[in-house]
Structures are given as C-alpha cells and as structure tokens.
C-alpha cells in the first residue's frame, strides 16, 4: 500500500486523544500541514474502553486514517495504586482503535508507545532491537507490559492482514498542553513550575531531589507530531521507530537552564540522600535519521515556548497554578505521570522541593 497523505489530503483523519499533549500537538500539526481539521470526539461521548461504541464509531464515521494518541497515562503513584486500570484501560483502548480501524478499513494507523517498553538496563543509547531483552522497571510494568501488547498487535494484524500499523517510541516530551500538576508532571514541566513559583514568592533556593547526574533525553511535542506526520507520510514497516534528539543531559543541567529561563535568581540545590533512579536514558534515533527526520526544536528554545505557555495559560493548564502555600507536601506526589520509566526515575529522584524548602 503506499504511503497516505498523513491526513494532509482528502484523507479522513481521527485522532483519537485529541485533548491530550500529544494529540492536541497532532492536531495543531494537521493544520500547519494544511490538512481539514481531523475527526475528534470528546472522552464522554465516546469512551474507547468500550469495543461496542468503538465500533459503532468507526462503522458510521469511516475515518481512513488514525493517529491513537489516547491512553490511560500516569505515574508511579497512580501506575502503584490503579495496576488493573492501567493494565487494563490501556490494552482496553488500543485493542478496540486498532480491531475497529482495521475492521472498517484504515489505510494507516499510528500507535504511540513509550521508552518504557525497553529493559530497565537496556544498552544507552537505546536501541529498537533491545524490545524483551531484559526485566521492564517494576513501577510501571503495568503500563509497558500494555503498549508492548499494543505494538505486537499492530504487529501481529500486519503480518496476517497486511494492515497499515505503524508503532513510534516517543522520548520523553514537553511543550504546550502539558501536566503542570504538583502530583504526576515531568520532570521538565515540574521544573517549570517550582521555580516559577519560587521566584514569585521569592523564595531562597529550590531544592531538586537527588544528586542532579542521572541523564534524561527531551522532545519538544510539536516536534514529535511533526515525526508523526511525517513517518504516516514516508514509513511503512513493521519495525518500531525511537522518536527523540538522541542528546541527553543531566537532571543539574536541565534545572540549571530552566532557573535561568524562568529567571529565578535563588539558589538551586540538590539532596544526594534521595534515589537518582536509572543513570541514563536516551534513545538511539539512527533508524528515523534514516528516515528523513530530525528535531528541530533545540532544548532552550522549547523550555522558553513552554514555559511562556505555561504563563499564559496557567489557570488553564492541567495541574493549574497553584500558589506556593497550596503546595503538597512531596509525600503526596511521588508519581511520574506519561508511564515513562525515565521520566518516573528522574522526576521521582529528582523533583522534590519540600514545601517546607520552597517557604524556606
Ligand atoms: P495525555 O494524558 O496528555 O492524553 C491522553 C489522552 O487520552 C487524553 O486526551 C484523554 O482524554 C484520552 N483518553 C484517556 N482515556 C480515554 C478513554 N477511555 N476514552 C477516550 N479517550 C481517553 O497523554 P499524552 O498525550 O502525554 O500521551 C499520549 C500518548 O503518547 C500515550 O500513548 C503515551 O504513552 C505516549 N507518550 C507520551 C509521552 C510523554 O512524555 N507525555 C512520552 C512517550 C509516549 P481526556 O482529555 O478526556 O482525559
């Protein structure tokens, strides 16, 4: 079959998780792309657990292209509190996407699925052949064991039907639309929002869990849906393709460059007592290299949008703005939200400035 439009034509696009970071940022994608503004319905009115309005869905709606931007995502709170949900919502939304595009005839699904897939001590950079060859990180297997579940679907209907599923492995990502919440953010948007807070409150120093040396790797979420796009244009595989920079950096370097971006003059300390979790997590991107896409959106460029995102939109944004009296003591928010064993390492060992430090 070759390769669609992505949805910038006369196809029928639906993405499905459209309020999501990364939904909304293929959304927002389509329309740079020119593309007629995509099929997208509201989680109440259809709830993708349920196979039976999943299909009835499909069946009047025919959509030819889909991007599967919707999951069940969390941290090692919410992954350590709700297994069965996640485990479970998850296989629950992607079996009855991917069944239901196949069954009324999809010319090309994308299914997202998470650096969390690859072994807890997978070789760095991480490579898409390392899939199952090693133990997953426990906190939250519940998730992966789901979306390797859902790229071996995709997998599995391509090799007996020929469907056109392809499987990305987004990094970890940031940008507009993100989870700014003081209970399962990133590291990144976490980041953001402490020091922005400090700074209001001008607070003496942050203090960020850890000793600051574990390295993490960050995309920007317009760069990811522009791979989307992109890899729904040019790619037709099997093959799992890592989406990311391919450049880490440390947790004290990443706090250092959003002080100064925030302007926050405090100073920014670390607690070496607390876990630093994996010490690297970076993905190998030769394979979408080789495909004809790269980043464009460097690291500094992408905090500053985000963070004047984040500014302007703050009451909006998930996880608000809270004032710094309202903010919850770290025994509350040790989860990692997206699922990622990276993100829930560095955010779980990296981002805990006690309330008691921040009205320090
Ligand atoms: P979000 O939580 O921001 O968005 C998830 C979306 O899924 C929301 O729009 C949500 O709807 C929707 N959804 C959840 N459950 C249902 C349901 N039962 N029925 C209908 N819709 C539902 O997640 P992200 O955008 O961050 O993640 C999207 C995908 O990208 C996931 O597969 C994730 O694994 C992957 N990914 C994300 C990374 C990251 O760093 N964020 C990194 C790597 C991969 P509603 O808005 O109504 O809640």
């Known amino acids: 079959m070759p390769a669609t439009d992505a949805g910038a034509g006369a196809a029928r696009t639906y993405v499905a998780g459209h309020r999501g970071l990364v939904g909304a940022a293929i959304v927002r ?9 995509p099929l997208t319905v509201e989680r109440p009115s259809l709830d993708l657990r349920e196979a ?23 941290g ?13 919502d998850n296989l629950a939304i992607q079996t009855n996407v991917i069944h239901a595009a196949w069954r009324f005839g999809v010319q090309k699904l994308l299914f997202l699925g998470s650096s969390c897939i690859y072994p807890r001590l ?33 997998q599995a209907y391509r090799r007996q039907y020929g469907f056109n599923a392809i ?23 976490a980041l953001i929002r402490r020091f922005h807070e400090a700074r209001l409150a001008g607070l003496p120093e942050v203090t960020v869990w850890g000793s600051g ?14 791979a989307a796009l992109h ?45 630093d979790g994996t010490p690297r997590k970076c993905l190998n991107v030769d394979r979408v290299h080789a495909l004809g896409w790269r980043h464009r959106i460097g690291l500094a460029d992408g905090i500053e949008a985000t963070y004047r995102w984040y500014v302007e939109h703050a009451r909006e944004a998930r996880g608000g703005a809270a004032q710094p009296a309202a903010l ?14 990276d993100v829930v390492a560095s955010r779980r060992a990296n981002l805990g400035t006690t309330a008691a430090t921040l009205r320090a």
């Open 328 to 341: 919850a003591p770290d025994s509350e928010r040790d989860g990692a939200s997206a699922g990622e064993s």
């Open 122 to 154: 997978a070789a760095q950079p991480i490579r898409e052949d390392a899939l199952l060859t090693g133990p997953l990180e426990p906190t939250n297997e519940w998730y992966a064991i789901a979306k390797i579940a859902g790229l071996k679907l995709c």
């Open 76 to 88: 090692i709170r919410a992954n350590a509190a709700y297994p069965a949900e996640f485990l479970h």
């Open 29 to 37: 994608a389509l329309g740079r792309a020119g593309a007629p503004a």
């Open 167 to 189: 499987c990305l492995m987004p990094t970890n990502l940031y940008g507009p639309g993100d989870n700014f919440s003081l209970e399962d953010s990133h590291v990144l948007p």
């Open 231 to 275: 890899l729904m244009a040019h790619y037709e595989g099997a093959e799992l393709v890592n989406v990311g920079t391919g450049v880490d950096l440390s947790i004290g370097e990443l706090a250092s460059l959003v002080k100064r971006i925030v302007g926050y003059e405090g100073r920014l300390c670390f607690d070496p007592s607390k876990p």
């Open 52 to 74: 039976a309005a999943v299909e009835a869905f499909f069946a009047a709606e025919r959509p030819s292209v889909v991007y599967l931007a919707a999951a069940r995502v969390g």
């Open 213 to 226: 040396t574990p390295r993490r790797e960050f995309l920007h979420v317009d760069d990811l849906a522009d």
